[in-house]
């Protein structure tokens, strides 16, 4: 574990489906500390006993977590050590820990992350979707009115969208994305990661929603949405357009330069025909 275990919060990942992605690390830390603090410690009794730790647990969960802090907190100035979990992966993304690690890091008791399996970054890696810039969105609203609002607000984001979500409204936001995002934007499905029935799955999002409408099984269990970036329009400078249209003008007629012109510099053919028009005019 740590040099000086005592007095410190450790946040430690567990896995996501698959019980030997917990790392080696993480099951000294919790057999060591002296509290384990889990979301549901009926939950987490199966992933302790498989490993034969038998350390004390107390639970942290979204509707307690204010006042637990406040009792972990107490327990880290005595000295003691605790280890937070949650059902699974790591803690404080898409659940509790957030209050607690800012309380405890406000008081200036060390926090050590024991980092291990993460459904997004998992989806991620595997998804072929660009990765080098993302942005993790969490769960979407469950109301509808409130998820096309959110969906319309990430519309131009360029960076790949992850989305945590439900089996249960997965159609229904596949569909709401398939009208916001369009239908040729790729997203990637990855259902089950690290588990028996692990799928991940890439096409444009119109594919993804008819796949997945037309087969039951693949809205059952947990999973990751991405959705590529809008692709960044390349625009084309007058300067070049321009150039261009004077070098064709030369051997064309002004309408076929300027669809020539359009098609390569991807402008439109209006703003393409306007310009060689002037240009030709210029140079009678
Ligand atoms: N803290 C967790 C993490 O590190 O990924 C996430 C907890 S959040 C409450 C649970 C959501 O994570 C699920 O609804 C699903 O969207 C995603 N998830 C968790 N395990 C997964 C798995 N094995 N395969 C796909 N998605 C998973």
Redesign the pocket.
Known sequence: MSDNPTATLYIV?TP??NLSDMSQRAIDTLQEVDIIAAEDTRHSGTLLQHYSISTLMISVHEHNEQQRSEVLLAKLQQGESVALI??????????PGYRLVSLVREHNIRVVPIPG???????LSASGLPSDRFSFEG?LPSKQGARQQVLTSLANESRTLI????PRRLQASLTDMNAIFGEDRVACL??????LH?TITTKPLADLLQWVSSDSNQQR????VLVEGVQQQKESSEIEINNMLSLLIKELPVKKAAALTASLLEVSKNTAYDMALKLKQEAE
């Open positions: 990942a996501i489906g949650s059902d699974a992966g790591t803690p404080l993304i898409s659940d399996s993460c459904a997004l970054i998992s989806a769960f989305f945590y979500e439900s990855a259902r089950e990661l690290t588990k692990e269990g947990e999973c990751v």
